[in-house]
């Protein structure tokens, strides 16, 4: 690149990720681009424990790949569970991360050598580490998992609540399309849960930042959402201030992720390509919802029918505890009935594990993808040009659907209901209308086209020197010169 190799002039960079794999994942691809295209040292800060198995493995993953960056980690201090209105492990670990950081971090940014260049934060350490970096007078930024779209109602989000969630659409100055209220999580209507309080306490505090990143490109979201949030550092008509924001994406998906793991057992994890191998082009539905997201198992069981009615190939993952560490292994034909388990096996693969989601989607056996919009999935299938069968299930998934079908990677049918959302949560989808709904989007040529587009676009932003070097160049002058 266009710096110099000179080791003073090596920016020294913390990375402060936060709890589950979509929010670790991100922050170790843009660690590695960092580290392999731009030349930077790094210090990654996590907390110990972890919540899943699959987190600490690829932390494990990540430093063996690269031997220079340093690792520190802090003790998560007990957290009195009566404390926090929430029972998602997720959640608690983002609250007990705050909490426990709030002593520590001065110290410890203070002790690392040599001394920081700039801070990159997940959005939910904005409180405990954005004031200190500010007392040490340390660049800081967050790295926004989610959507540009989802960064939007974020940053407006005290506006919205203080208007009572009047209307069935929230216009957002700069969003091209408002944000439908139904596509909100309950819990944002609740000014008193954690996730309304964490929302309303950091998003006046995103103006102390010396900048968001975001993992996404022209192509992907719409480019006038992206510059309304980027241009001259504030939303426009008069929103709340916003600090610049940074296209850093797309992050492709990286092979430290995909070295085997000696604790896991090789021969599994080839079966799945194995079976790919021998799909024909573009036959294969994948079907996974994320990394923490088990679907009741009445849902799971219409999924299975779905599946065999759509009369498609298929890669079902399952999952029936939203933490890997709780999953029973061996038990998949209790969780998906050993009747219909017998069938699914006759026409396609169905898995209750961990498995390379970036290898699945770059197979050219895949052709579509039935997704529950977690943000990063959406980034690796529109790398790989794959389109989208959206079925969100909580949190910023409809939001993201919301993307996906504006961007036109993919189709969404908004009454499908999800997790702990308004809709009643009992009420399951049925095989019938979900198989339809393959087969329409699995025939569709036009989503097809316009996935190949955006893959292409996702690729151009890509290449040495492209947008995203360039952006990543402004970067790095900004860390050398510590504005
Ligand atoms: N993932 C994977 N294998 C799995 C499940 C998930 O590789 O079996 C990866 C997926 O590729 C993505 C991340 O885990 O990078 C999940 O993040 P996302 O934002 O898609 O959804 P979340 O899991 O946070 O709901
Ligand atoms: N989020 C946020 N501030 C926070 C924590 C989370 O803006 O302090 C956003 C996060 O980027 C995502 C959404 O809230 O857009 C949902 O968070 P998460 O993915 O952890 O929850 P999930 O969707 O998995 O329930």
């Known amino acids: 690149m266009s710096f110099s190799s000179d080791s003073s002039q090596v920016p020294h960079v913390a990375l402060f990720p936060s709890a589950g794999m979509g929010h670790l994942t991100p922050l170790l691809r843009f660690a590695a681009l960092l580290l392999r295209r731009h030349h930077c040292r790094l210090t990654l800060i996590t907390a110990n424990p972890t919540v899943s198995l699959a987190e600490s493995r690829l932390i494990s993953r990540f430093l063996s790949s ?20 929430t029972d998602d492990p997720f959640w608690l670990q983002f609250e007990a991360t705050r909490r426990s950081l709030a002593d520590l971090v001065a110290p410890l940014l203070s002790s690392l050598s040599p001394p920081l260049s700039a ?13 200190i970096a500010d007392s040490l007078s340390l660049p800081c930024y967050v790295l926004y998992i ?4 989802m960064l939007s109602l974020f940053t407006y989000f005290p506006k919205i609540l203080a208007s009572g969630f009047s209307d069935a659409s929230l216009k957002i100055p700069g969003l091209v399309s408002p944000i439908a209220r139904s596509s909100l999580p309950s ?21 102390r930042l010396h900048g968001v990143l975001i993992n996404t490109f022209d192509g992907f979201e719409a480019d006038s959402e992206l510059e309304a949030l980027v241009t001259e550092g504030k939303v426009a008509d008069g929103g709340p201030y916003f600090p610049p924001l940074f296209s ?9 992720e995909f070295e085997p793991d000696p604790e896991s057992n090789p021969s599994a994890a080839s079966a799945v390509s194995k079976w790919l191998d021998e799909q024909p082009e573009g036959s294969v539905v994948y079907v996974s919802f994320g990394s923490r997201t088990a679907l009741p198992r009445e849902q799971m069981r219409e999924v299975g029918k779905g599946l065999i009615l759509s009369g498609h190939k298929f890669l079902w993952v399952v999952k029936d505890k939203k933490v890997d560490k709780e999953e029973e292994e061996g038990n998949i034909d209790e969780v998906v009935g050993k009747e219909l388990m017998e069938k699914l096996k006759e026409k396609g693969l169905v898995v209750k594990k961990w498995v390379d989601q970036g290898e699945i989607l770059g197979h050219k056996a895949v052709g579509g993808f039935v997704s529950h919009c977690g943000p990063n999935s959406l980034v690796e299938s529109a790398w790989h040009g794959v389109k989208i069968l959206a079925w969100p299930q909580h949190g910023d998934q409809r939001v993201a659907a919301e993307v996906v079908r504006e961007c036109g990677l993919g189709m969404w049918v908004e009454s499908w209901g999800w997790l702990g959302g308004d809709h009643d949560p009992t009420a399951a989808v049925k095989g019938e209308e979900i198989g339809e709904r393959i087969r329409e989007m699995m025939g569709s040529e036009k989503l097809s086209l316009k996935a190949a587009s955006i893959r292409e676009k996702a690729r151009k932003a890509d290449e040495v020197g492209g947008s995203r070097d360039k952006v990543f160049e402004r970067l790095v002058h900004e860390w050398k010169n510590k504005k």
């Open 66 to 85: 690269f031997p220079a960056v340093s690792h520190v980690q802090f003790d998560l201090l007990p957290l009195d569970s009566s404390t926090v209105a």
């Open 187 to 207: 819990m944002m209507f609740n000014p008193t849960s954690l996730f309304a309080n964490i929302f309303l306490t950091d998003a006046p505090k995103l103006r």
């Open 248 to 256: 850093v994406g797309p992050f492709p998906p990286c092979k430290f």
């Open 146 to 149: 989610s959507t540009a779209r």
């Open 119 to 131: 801070l990159v934060l997940d959005i939910s350490l904005i409180t405990p580490v954005g004031s």
